[in-house]
């Protein structure tokens, strides 16, 4: 309806291409629109901010690139900052992803009560806030947190977890493997997507499970995939709460996330123009790893109903 | 992918035996499958049951170590005295109108604005896109000052507005790139198929598109009402009366200015509580995730 | 690190419930007896008092003299509005609501002050509206960032007022002032989390122990010597501690590298001495008590964050803040408190206390009612009103050197300890712009020489390090 309406309007465009065209931005518009509304703004303001010092109080005052010299040459914390997010989201991405994709292919099946342990897997992800900080401080509790007492059973010394330069991290990473719940979710929708007509084939053609796996599953399912990796990347790298409320990006910053060491500069230390470049840093950090994941996706996503070299 | 070619009989008793065969797989995998999914459950279901544990406990008796796992006495009161200790039924009024807004106004418009980057071609869509990713790759706690000023200037501080209007245009995109990716998973033919027949873009995008699409707009629903329901620093920033307030700030304000003095037992209770609405959409929009869409009327 | 869940704001609870009683009693007599005591009081602490307090009084006559602007007239006609922001927690906001800014109200016909209720993470909520331009009128401030915001012009500066009204805010409250004045100017009033830091004991495990109860002129030494008497291990294991120390908590260290002779950011604000003599013994016979002597529980053992070690009767002693009565009061155990105790025979003892702030949005459009709620809060009446329901502690040195207070009916213990100057000197960290940074480079690095695993030799430099650069950074700036 939209795009005959838009013909009637008297919008004539005069070829297949332009009508394409005019379609696809009428489609996007609400976003489009949105983003003009709502973020460009706030955005292009960041950046102005980036070249300014601002105390948040009085007026910013413009430094040029300075804010940026700074972070590249004289500040020992962004470096360490961008340690700590990279390992985590080097070690915590693929876990998490390869974590959520095993149960949503166990939850896939017709088991009795499935909706009820969905449910049950999915519950961590919707406790918030203040709750569930309290909860790991306790899990991990050196003394008499679960954890270390289950390794106390089979007489293991378990670590100081958050109280330890090399164990905080771990602990943290841990933690958010805790909320799969919303990729499984993701998976669990892309496995339904998958037409069964697909395995029957395959196994009349004589694949067996394996095979009928990485045959099947592994490429319809690639678009799926493909999404939580590039939104792992996204938010992983934005990883703020845990840290803040657990361990304040201790001890000794081994989990000063990238985010948390922006936080303290906007809100504690007075340096909101500083931690404007920090996060537009950040977000070509992030911008070049998406990029080079979409790059790399006609080697191994698969889409159906993609639009290539159509028409 | 159909089977083209086959003849119907042969395939008839390929099939047959195959389901016979699969059936004892099926057996073995499906014990298997319980028995880990049994494992993970106990692992996550432990700091749940801690919180259960702690929210029936005396104030006195929440952090002594060693803990009690079972409280003795089991104190169901503090769910009502917690409730009680602040207005969580106008909190949860708030929070339910803000989060029903702004999940409607994010599965429709995020469905539309996908559904543009997957199937239509248009200049620098690319472009776009990554644009569009871009914008969550910011973190909020730059962008939160200049928004503010932006909302203040529209005079919508302290309303819902900030929270509700932008779900309308195209609701975020984490959502947007989630459908797109879906809708690009649905065969092309099938756009072709219904073009012969007459059909307008709009046609496609409303009768195949979005009901193909289902279980992955039941997600994002999912994800929609969660993350209004939960989500605490936009409510914080942009609301300043109490009664404006949402739940996730309601818990928040149980925590007191030292952690001795903070009503743990409380503030566990409630938390399950409010625990409860967002689990329940979970569970009712669970039967959107059907098990194989037959595509039906297609021809080899 | 429990840095942020044991938040940085203090509770004077128990110390106003504690006060409950002097409140109801001296009710309608304070007033009257103020004007003598507290001269006679004023003169006892100023003589006691560090330089800063003379400092003050001195700077504030001189700078009242040179003040830049006059203070304004007070509106005439009309309701000024006024917006009071502070944290709290749902209880709390009700009796700032009611009580404190309805009282306010009552008093006060032109004006009518709202309450606004602020989260835990309170600055970043004030930052934002600060900088959308919505400041509040009235704002609380805590620990050691209200002088950041001071240097930014952010705040209404008082001594036009002070001058104007004959108004002297010593008259009723007590220092340190480290968080209301920067460069000689007032730019708050003291309001919370007065008194001092003190060593909380467990009377009980006392007596079970037969060790005999600290006295206020005990000694390093002294307290050393009652810790191992008070440790005890059973199988190896440690089951009960003579002391904790919580090294990760803001205030901890103060008291003690001051006493020993030492210090860290000095008064003038020009130079951080963590790294020399007497400050770094001071901290190493404070990592000491868990790494060598094991006579109080590592971070690890302190369940950060999940509950009070005191409380649970694990330690026998226990070094915070005076807001830390109320606490106590929950205790299943008698306690008592004490001052902290003397480092080495030459040195004199110093306590360590820091008061919160209340200040004024210097662009507000109600100045002088906005001054006129500074006002109020810490009048003797307020005062009464917030220790009597809790909410804070008073600060007025009538009341705290009164015997009402110090004895308190019943209870073993007296509150001499807290009352600042009173048994021993009482100092505020010096605070300058950035000094947000050096805590937080502090709390960072020695977290690890806590737990053991590296040394004050390593760490403290880095300190200095950043420190050297805030201070820098502010001498730059002026």
């Known amino acids: 309806m939209i795009g005959q309406r838009a013909l009637r309007v008297g919008v004539q465009p005069r070829t297949t291409r332009q009508r394409e065209n005019l379609e696809f931005y009428l489609f996007i518009s609400p976003w489009l629109i949105g983003f003009l509304l709502f973020v460009a703004g706030p955005m292009l303001a960041t950046l102005a901010l980036s070249f300014s010092s601002w105390d948040l109080l009085t007026p910013p005052k413009f430094v040029g690139l300075q804010n940026f010299v700074h972070l590249l040459s004289g500040d020992p914390l962004f470096w360490q900052a961008l340690k700590v997010s990279t390992l985590y989201s080097g070690i915590g991405i693929p876990l998490h992803i390869a974590l959520a994709f095993c149960i949503a292919l166990l939850l896939n099946q017709k088991l009795k009560a499935v909706a009820v342990i969905r449910t049950l897997y999915y519950m961590p992800s919707v406790i918030s806030g203040v709750a569930v900080a309290v909860l790991w401080l306790w899990i991990f509790n050196p003394d008499f947190g679960p954890i270390?007492?289950?390794?106390?059973?089979?007489?293991?010394q378990g670590p100081l977890w958050l109280a330890s330069e090399f164990w905080a991290l771990p602990a943290l990473i841990i933690v958010s493997l805790w909320g799969v719940g919303s990729a499984m979710i993701i998976f669990l929708a892309g496995l339904q997507g998958i037409p069964t007509t697909l395995y029957e084939a395959a196994a009349i053609d004589g694949a067996g499970a394996w095979q009928r796996f990485w045959s099947v599953t592994v490429p319809m399912i690639s678009p799926v995939l493909f999404f939580n990796l590039v939104l792992g990347v996204i938010n992983s790298f934005q990883a703020f709460t845990n840290a803040y409320v657990m361990t304040s990006g201790g001890p000794n910053d081994a989990t000063l996330m990238y985010v948390l060491y922006l936080y303290q500069n906007a809100f504690q230390f007075f340096k909101m123009g500083y931690a404007s470049a920090l996060a537009w840093v950040l977000l070509l950090i992030i911008l070049l790893l998406t990029v080079l994941i979409f790059k790399s996706s006609p080697m191994w996503v698969y889409y159906e109903g993609e639009l290539r070299g159509r028409r | 992918m159909l089977t083209v070619g086959r003849r119907a009989s042969s395939y008839q008793a390929a099939r047959m035996s195959w389901l016979r065969r699969a059936s004892v797989q099926r057996g073995t995998s499906l014990v298997i499958a319980y028995l880990i999914l049994a494992a993970g459950i106990i692992l996550i279901l432990i700091p749940l049951l801690w919180m259960i544990s702690t929210s029936l406990k005396d104030i006195g008796s929440v952090f002594l170590f060693p803990p009690q796992i079972i409280p003795d006495p089991a104190l169901w009161k503090n769910y009502a005295d917690g409730w009680n200790a602040q207005p969580f039924g106008l909190f949860l009024r708030n929070t339910l109108v803000i989060t029903f807004s702004s999940m409607v106004g994010q599965t429709f418009s995020c469905a539309l604005v996908a559904f543009g980057f997957a199937r239509l071609r248009g200049t620098g869509s690319n472009v776009l896109f990554m644009l569009l990713l871009s914008t969550i790759m910011l973190p909020i706690y730059v962008t939160l000052i200049p928004t503010f000023i932006l909302y203040k200037y529209l005079g919508w501080l302290?309303?819902?507005l900030p929270l509700i209007v932008p779900s309308f245009f195209g609701g975020g995109p984490f959502f947007i790139f989630l459908m797109r990716q879906f809708f690009m998973t649905i065969p092309l033919e099938l756009d072709d198929a219904a073009r012969v027949d007459g059909a307008t873009t709009f046609d496609i995008f409303l009768k195949i598109c979005l009901p193909l699409a289902a279980p992955a707009l039941a997600a994002v629903a999912i994800f929609a009402f969660l993350g209004s329901w939960n989500d605490f620093l936009q409510p914080l920033i942009y609301l300043q009366r109490t009664d404006h307030f949402t739940l996730a700030i309601g818990l928040n304000l149980f925590r007191a200015e030292s952690t001795a003095v903070t009503p743990w037992n409380q503030l566990m209770a409630v938390s399950l509580l409010v625990m409860i609405p967002p689990l329940l959409v979970f569970f009712f929009a669970q039967r959107y995730f059907i098990q194989g869409i037959v595509i039906s009327g297609i021809k080899g | 690190m429990p840095g942020v869940l044991i938040s940085r704001r203090r509770v004077l609870t128990g110390f106003g419930a504690a006060a409950l009683a002097l409140g109801l009693a001296s009710c309608g007599g304070a007033s009257a007896t103020t004007a003598p005591t507290s001269s006679s009081a004023q003169a006892a602490t100023s003589a006691?008092?560090?330089?800063?307090?003379a400092a003050t009084t001195a700077a504030s006559t001189t700078s009242s003299a040179a003040a830049a602007a006059p203070a304004p007239a007070a509106p005439a006609g009309g309701s000024a509005q006024l917006v009071f922001f502070t944290?709290?927690?749902?209880?709390?906001?009700?009796?700032?609501?009611?009580?404190?800014?309805?009282?306010?109200?009552?008093?006060?016909?032109?004006?009518v002050a709202t309450l606004l209720e602020g989260p835990s993470d309170y600055e970043p909520k004030l930052l934002t509206m600060a900088a959308g331009g919505t400041a509040p009128d009235v704002f609380r401030l805590s620990e050691y960032w209200a002088v950041d915001i001071f240097a930014k012009n952010f705040c209404l500066q008082l001594d036009p007022y002070l001058a104007r009204d004959k108004f002297k805010i010593e008259d009723h409250t007590s220092p340190p002032y480290t968080q209301c004045q920067y460069q000689g100017k007032w730019y708050a009033v003291p309001h919370g989390a007065a008194g001092n830091f003190v060593v909380w004991y467990n009377r009980d495990l006392f007596t079970k122990a037969q060790v005999a109860f600290p006295t206020d002129d005990w000694t390093w030494n002294d307290f050393l010597t009652t810790a191992k008497a008070l440790t005890k291990s059973d199988a190896g294991k440690p089951v009960q501690w003579g002391t904790s120390m919580e090294m990760v908590n803001y205030g901890v260290p103060y008291s003690y590298i001051w006493s020993n002779g030492g210090d860290e950011l000095t008064p003038d604000g020009k130079s951080y001495l963590l790294d020399q003599q007497p400050a770094m013994q001071a901290l190493q016979l404070l990592a000491d008590l868990t790494t060598k002597e094991h006579v109080?529980?590592?971070?690890?053992?302190?369940?950060?964050?999940?509950?009070?070690?005191?409380?649970?009767?694990?330690?026998?002693?226990h070094y915070s803040g005076a807001?830390?009565?109320?606490?106590?009061?929950?205790?299943?155990?008698?306690?008592?408190?004490?001052?902290?105790?003397?480092m080495n025979a030459s040195s004199e003892r110093v306590a360590f206390a820091e008061q919160n702030a209340t200040a004024a949005y210097r662009q507000g459009k109600h100045l002088d009612a906005a001054w006129q709620l500074l006002q109020y809060l810490i009048s003797p009446e307020n005062q009464k009103v917030e220790s009597s329901t809790g909410l804070n502690g008073p600060s007025d040195p009538a009341i705290?050197?009164?015997?009402?207070?110090?004895n308190v009916n019943g209870a073993p213990y007296s509150r001499k300890a807290i009352v600042p100057g009173l048994l021993a000197k009482t100092r505020g960290a010096t605070l300058i712009p950035g000094y947000a940074q050096i805590q937080t480079a502090y709390s960072q690095k020695l977290a690890t020489v806590w737990t053991g695993a590296t040394t004050l030799q390593n760490a403290v430099p880095q300190v200095v390090a950043v420190a050297k650069q805030v201070i820098a950074q502010d001498q730059q700036s002026g």
């Open chain 1, 148 to 156: 270390n007492l289950a390794l106390r059973l089979v007489h293991v």
């Open chain 2, 158 to 160: 302290d309303t819902f």
């Open chain 3, 48 to 53: 006691t008092a560090p330089s800063s307090a």
């Open chain 3, 87 to 111: 944290w709290g927690s749902a209880e709390r906001f009700k009796i700032w609501g009611d009580q404190v800014v309805g009282g306010f109200n009552k008093g006060h016909p032109g004006i």
């Open chain 3, 296 to 317: 109080a529980p590592t971070a690890a053992e302190i369940p950060q964050g999940l509950g009070d070690i005191f409380l649970s009767g694990k330690v026998a002693m």
């Open chain 3, 323 to 342: 807001w830390y009565e109320a606490t106590a009061h929950q205790a299943k155990f008698d306690f008592g408190l004490v001052l902290n105790p003397k």
């Open chain 3, 400 to 406: 705290l050197n009164s015997p009402d207070f110090l």
